[in-house]
């Protein structure tokens, strides 16, 4: 059992300086080198005098040079914000004004952004000091190790804090209980930005497993990824559902094409009944488990290995049973069906809440009389069937969509903030499989601008504006112009009957 993130990593560094722990697109670096470069960036922190405790933001991609720095600003006794370098420059300004943060790292694709009163390190400015840290500065316990932001109805983003305990109540159930080969070699596809990459990064690195990266302009490029992904050799896969079934068009993409390929993790969304049926098909010899956990609850609470048996017993995959040391009760008063209701969980990798955001911690997080750890209420709806859990949605206006989990509020917030707009409402659109395949923009537009502009126009110039405002990943995919929206007896527009009309056409 691990008892130290920083301590074991650098253990494994210590024993073996040239076991080779990162390889990006061929750039190899050992585990000696992750150590040095880690430590040179924890004394170039501590020289900064940076306030005890406070966290780092750091923007950059998925370069050795990133998770060095992470290591470095945990060794220094700092959690870590990551930014995705491909986040556009209003997602940083939002997520400084929410930390708080005075320190932003920089580490490739500098933003064009002027943040007041902060100060910029960029890894040029790292020396060689490469002195031992005390272990005494190293983040543990209960204080943050990372914090993830995700988005808000509001148009915040929430920051989602993980502590050094939170980390290692999911770490050793992942290590011990997914049959992981002997030192793994894991692909890490996932931006560092997005939580599921945590799946991949520390059971790799506290393992003296190896990461093999895909960056994200990879796999945002069709013929790239295609190019890529049969080069790579690993044998541990960590996804969404949705960006496996997208590597199904690569001919390759299978058992003989990838030999060394033993086991598929996936979360983040549902996954298929089809798309596990034809992974079997594809890698038959393979492990492929199906996971759950919201970013509060540090990356996964349940997993279940999805093997024939179970394929042929249920229509609609399990999420798994539930970690040894966690607890999820069913609050049945918020679900339609006997036995069904709101997902609550409860156990030492429970978040201690959302940073400097007590009204939102409040809602989401409680405490019972009695109970050691947090609980959360996930607003997912489920039930069991005796040990095992099975996920049905949501019950508020959140949504999973190609892995990241939206606030259709949010894009709902900047619609309608648009000059064009009266009011905007964001749909997910179902497929058979109940799995979010589109984000549909239903828009009433104000009085007169229909006669303006052509269809093609207004998306372009909604889409536009909406770009600025939120991330990427949250733009919807098809904009519908309607005479009027459906309103309901508050004079609200009817959020639930969008969503149902979408979906019945």
């Known amino acids: 059992m691990i008892k130290n993130v920083i301590e074991k990593i650098d253990q494994i560094a210590q024993e073996d300086p040239n076991l080779l722990a990162y390889d990006y697109l061929g ?14 960036w924890a004394n170039k922190l501590i020289q900064s005098n940076i306030p005890d405790g406070e966290p780092i933001m750091v923007w950059g991609g998925q370069t050795f040079e990133m998770v060095a720095c992470f290591l470095g600003c945990v060794k220094s006794g700092h959690a870590y914000i990551p930014v995705a370098n491909y986040s556009n420059v209003e997602r940083l300004a939002m997520i400084h004004d929410v930390s708080k943060s005075k320190y932003l790292i920089i580490i490739d694709s500098t933003p064009d952004i002027d943040l007041p009163n902060v100060t910029v390190i960029t890894p040029d400015e790292v020396g060689h000091d ?44 992942e290590i011990s209980d997914f049959k992981l080969p002997t030192n793994p070699i894991f692909l890490a596809q996932a931006p560092y930005s997005f939580d599921l990459s945590v799946m991949s990064l520390y059971p790799a690195l506290t393992t003296g497993g190896k990461l093999v990266v895909m960056p994200h302009h990879v796999t945002q ?14 044998n541990v896969w960590v996804s969404t559902p949705s960006f496996a079934q997208m590597c199904f068009l690569d001919k390759t993409f299978n058992e003989q094409g990838h030999p060394d390929l033993t086991h598929f ?51 609609r995959l399990p999420i798994g049973r539930v970690k040894p040391d ?12 006997e036995g069904e209701g709101e997902i609550i969980i409860t156990g030492p990798s429970v978040s201690k809440g959302y940073l400097n955001n007590p009204e939102k ?60 707009v009266r009011y905007g409402v964001a749909a997910p659109k179902y497929n058979k499989d109940h799995v979010v395949k589109q984000i549909v923009a239903e828009i009433e537009l104000k ?59």
């Not at 298929?272 to 038959?284: D, I």
């Not at 966690?326 to 069906?337: E, R």
């Open 27 to 40: 750039k190899e670096n050992t585990y000696g080198q992750l150590k040095k470069r880690s430590d040179e």
């Open 130 to 173: 490469d002195a031992p840290i005390s272990k005494d500065r190293y983040v543990k316990d209960d204080e943050n190790f990372y914090i993830i932001f995700t988005s808000g109805t509001t148009g915040k983003p929430k920051g989602v804090q993980i502590s050094h305990a939170n980390l290692l109540s999911f770490l050793n159930w």
């Open 221 to 234: 490029n069709f013929a790239e990824l295609f190019k890529v992904l049969p080069t790579l050799k690993f």
């Open 265 to 315: 993790l996936f979360c983040g969304e549902e996954l298929p009944h089809t798309e596990a049926v034809m992974l079997r098909k594809k890698f038959p010899d393979s492990h492929i488990y199906n996971t759950y956990g919201p970013t509060e609850t540090t990356v996964a609470v349940t997993g279940v290995e999805i093997t024939d048996e179970v394929l042929d017993k249920y229509d």
């Open 326 to 337: 966690t607890q999820i009760t069913i609050d049945t008063s918020k679900g339609d069906k």
């Open 361 to 420: 911690t409040e809602k989401a997080f409680f405490k019972r009389e009695g109970e050691k750890y947090p609980s959360y209420r996930t607003g997912d709806a489920g039930f069991f069937d005796v040990d095992m859990l099975f996920y049905r949605g949501r019950i508020d206006f959140q949504i999973k969509f190609n892995g990241y989990r939206i606030e259709l509020e949010e894009i709902n917030f900047y619609l309608s903030k648009n000059e064009l």
């Open 447 to 505: 009085d007169g601008v229909k006669r303006k502009y052509s269809e093609g126009e207004l998306t372009k110039m909604i889409r536009d504006q909406l770009s600025k405002d939120i991330m990427p990943y949250m733009l919807p995919q098809r904009y519908v112009y309607k005479n009027s929206l459906p309103i309901s007896q508050n004079g609200k527009v009817d959020i639930k009957q969008v969503i149902k009309e979408v979906n019945e056409k």
